[in-house]
T-cell receptor, first 114, second 115 residues
Framework: DGGITQSPKYLFRKEGQNVTLSCEQNLNHDAMYWYRQDPGQGLRLIYY???????QKGDIAEGYSVSREKKESFPLTVTSAQKNPTAFYLC?????????????FGQGTRLTVV | AQSVTQLDSQVPVFEEAPVELRCNYSSSVSVYLFWYVQYPNQGLQLLLKYLSGSTLVKGINGFEAEFNKSQTSFHLRKPSVHISDTAEYFC?????????????FGAGTTVTVRA
């Protein structure tokens, strides 16, 4: 089955540690995104990538980093510089802006800083 | 820049009653509009989308939405809800540009269906 796989589903991190969230898609989509979800705030865009080896900052990129070395993979690193990293993180992808502009989402990773 | 306002943060409704979730958007140019549903601890699933053409859009699970350009609204409706419709619903907007891939989301509306 085609889809977007995020792992792990739950992640615990100690303060001061970096952590990487995985996102893999086998839909052959060009664009991939990372969103952060907090209660009552909807989804906020962290980073997005339209093609391999290229990515752009979203609205809340500070304290995060990404890479796009392969079309199917878009990992997100939450660094120790992110002041409030506890949140639900969602990865998404989309295929073609003109015909199918909607994004398809993974199941999310819940990150908790302990 | 475009933005979305969902006018109700919580909507309680009885089973088999109709429901309407309100969404207003702000943009100086034409937009694409979407409604997504999220069940607890899951990702988002697309309910329906408006790109162009007919202003009444039908989606999955019996939902429909009406695009109103003059009122800059895209309200979601279902004539008869089920317990399984209990979820959070998000309205989203994007620009119809081949180089702008960003979706802007509203804060969400939590629908609770009671028996």
């Amino acid at each position: 089955d085609g889809g977007i796989t995020q792992s792990p589903k739950y992640l615990f991190r100690k303060e001061g540690q970096n952590v990487t969230l995985s996102c893999e898609q086998n839909l052959n989509h060009d664009a991939m995104y990372w969103y952060r979800q907090d209660p009552g705030q909807g989804l906020r865009l962290i980073y997005y990538s339209q093609i391999v080896n290229d990515f752009q900052k979203g609205d809340i990129a500070e304290g995060y980093s990404v890479s796009r070395e392969k079309k199917e993979s878009f990992p997100l690193t939450v660094t120790s510089a992110q002041k409030n990293p506890t949140a639900f993180y969602l990865c998404a992808s989309s295929i073609d802006r003109s015909r199918r502009p909607e994004a398809f989402f993974g199941q999310g990773t819940r990150l908790t800083v302990v | 820049a475009q933005s979305v306002t969902q006018l109700d943060s919580q909507v309680p409704v009885f089973e088999e009653a109709p429901v309407e979730l309100r969404c207003n958007y702000s943009s100086s140019v034409s937009v694409y509009l979407f409604w997504y549903v999220q069940y607890p601890n899951q990702g988002l699933q697309l309910l329906l989308k408006y790109l162009s053409g007919s202003t009444l859009v039908k989606g999955i699970n019996g939902f429909e939405a009406e695009f109103n350009k003059s009122q800059t609204s895209f309200h979601l409706r279902k004539p008869s809800v089920h317990i399984s419709d209990t979820a959070e619903y998000f309205c989203a907007v994007s620009l119809p540009s081949p180089r702008d891939y960003k979706l802007s989301f509203g804060a969400g509306t939590t629908v609770t269906v009671r028996a």
